[in-house]
C-alpha cells in the first residue's frame, strides 16, 4: 500500500518521523561484543570490573547511547549477547595467558616467518589474527564490533578500516578495564574512521573532508590557548558562534583534552557524517541498516536513485563522491531499502516535492535546522 504525501511536512531539528511496518523502532543499531580476559593466577577478571555480568561495560553501552541521543542520528549501540569472559585460572596458552599482563597497546611480539627471519607485530594485530583463528574460543563475532578488555592496557587501541572496500581486517578494538566512557566512544570513533581534532592531513578514509573542526594541538591546555591560536582573542572575548567552534574542539569526543580536565562528549556535524558514510560502506556488516543523505546540491540523477541493488558498493562509492547525499528526498526513498531499517537524513532547507513513500522508513533533520517538505 502507498503512502501520497501532498501535504505539508516540517521535521524539527533531530526529530524522526517514523512510517512503520515490520521494524519496531527508528534507529540504526550498531552491534557491539565486549570480551573480559581472565587473569590466569586465579580467573578473576581485572579489578574494576565485576564478574560474570559486568555491570560496568553495561552501564559505559547506556552512557555512549545517551551521548547517540544528544547527537540526534538515530544511531544506538546494542550488546550482540552478553558480556563475555574468556581464558581463566591456568589458561597459560590462551587468551588469558597471552593477553592478560600485556598492554595490548603498546606492546609487540616477535613473530617467527617460515624462513626462519622474524617480524614484529601489535598485540592488537596478533590479538586480532589469534581470535579469528579460533572464534570459539575467543567468542569472535563477524557481525560485531569486537571489543577486548585486559587489566594492563593503558587507554585504548583502534585501526582505521582498510581502503580496499572488501578488506575486513582491522576489525578489533583493545581497551583497559578502568578507561572511561569517552575513551570508548573514542576508540569506537576511529573504528568509522575518525580521526584526532589535533591531527593533520589525510588521516583515515576521506576523513580531510570534514570542514567544522577548527584547529587544534594536543598541547593546547585551555579553551583560551584554542580561541587565541585560531582567532587572536581569549574564548570570553569571542562571539557565541565562535565560542562554539572552539568547544566542538576543546570538548570533542575524539580529542586529546581530556588530559587538561576538559570532559569530552561531542562529536560535530561533519564528523557524524563521516562516521556514517563509513558506517555504510566500510562498517556496513556491523549494523542493521544504513543512512541515507539528502542535501540541497545533491544527486538528482534517477538512474542513481533507482539502481535496484541498492546495497551495491559501488554505487555507496559513487554517493561518497557526490558528498554522500541525494538532491531530492524522493530519491532517498528509493534508495532506502524495501524491507525497512534505513534512516533518510534530511539536511537543513526546502524541499518542493510530491512524495510517494511505498516502503518503511525514518525520516529525520540534522541538528543544523528544520526541514520542510512539500507545498502549502
Known amino acids: 500500500m502507498k503512502t501520497k504525501w501532498f501535504c505539508l511536512l516540517v521535521l524539527a531539528i533531530a526529530a524522526p518521523l517514523f512510517l512503520k511496518s515490520a521494524y519496531a523502532d527508528d534507529i540504526i543499531k550498531i552491534r557491539l561484543s565486549y570480551k573480559i580476559i581472565l587473569d590466569p593466577a586465579d580467573g578473576n577478571p581485572p579489578p574494576t570490573l565485576t564478574g560474570p555480568d559486568y555491570p560496568e561495560i553495561h552501564a559505559i553501552v547506556d552512557s555512549m547511547n545517551k551521548l547517540q541521543e544528544v547527537y540526534g542520528r538515530g544511531y544506538r549501540f546494542v550488546l550482540e549477547g552478553p558480556v563475555e569472559s574468556i581464558g581463566g585460572m591456568g589458561d597459560t596458552d590462551g587468551p588469558s595467558g597471552v593477553f592478560y599482563n600485556i598492554d595490548l597497546r603498546t606492546h609487540e611480539f616477535d613473530i617467527s616467518r617460515p624462513d626462519g627471519s622474524v617480524m614484529r607485530l601489535s598485540a592488537k594485530s596478533v590479538l586480532e589474527s589469534t581470535a579469528k583463528d579460533n572464534p570459539i574460543l575467543y567468542k569472535w563475532k563477524d557481525k560485531a564490533i569486537n571489543i577486548y578488555i585486559n587489566r594492563y592496557t593503558s587507554g585504548g587501541k583502534c585501526s ?217
Open 160 to 376: 582505521f578500516p582498510s581502503h580496499s572496500i572488501f578488506d575486513r581486517s582491522e576489525h578489533v578494538i583493545v581497551i583497559g578495564a578502568n578507561e572511561s566512557v569517552a575513551t570508548h566512544l573514542h576508540e569506537i570513533g576511529h573504528y568509522f574512521s575518525l580521526k584526532h581534532t589535533h591531527q593533520e592531513g589525510f588521516w583515515g578514509i576521506g576523513d580531510e573532508n570534514i570542514k567544522d573542526t577548527i584547529d587544534d594541538d594536543a598541547t593546547w591546555t585551555s579553551r583560551d590557548r584554542i580561541a587565541l591560536e585560531n582567532y587572536g582573542r581569549r574564548f570570553n572575548q569571542l562571539s557565541i558562534a565562535r565560542q562554539e567552534r572552539v568547544l566542538n574542539v576543546w570538548e570533542n569526543i575524539m580529542s586529546y583534552h581530556h588530559q587538561h580536565g576538559s570532559v569530552l562528549t561531542r562529536l560535530t556535524e561533519g564528523q557524524l557524517d563521516h562516521w556514517a558514510s563509513i558506517a555504510n560502506i566500510r562498517r556496513e556488516y556491523v549494523t542493521d541498516g544504513q543512512m541515507i543523505f539528502v542535501k540541497k546540491g545533491g544527486l538528482t540523477v534517477k538512474d542513481y536513485a533507482t539502481n535496484p541493488t541498492h546495497n551495491w558498493k559501488p554505487l555507496l562509492e559513487l554517493e561518497m563522491h557526490h558528498g554522500n547525499a541525494y538532491g531530492e528526498v524522493k530519491y532517498g526513498i528509493v534508495r532506502a531499502n524495501e524491507a525497512g531499517g534505513d534512516i533518510i537524513l534530511i539536511f537543513p532547507g526546502a524541499y518542493p516535492e510530491k512524495l510517494i513513500i511505498n516502503r518503511p522508513v525514518v525520516l529525520r533533520a540534522t541538528r543544523q535546522g528544520s526541514v520542510t517538505i512539500g507545498s502549502d
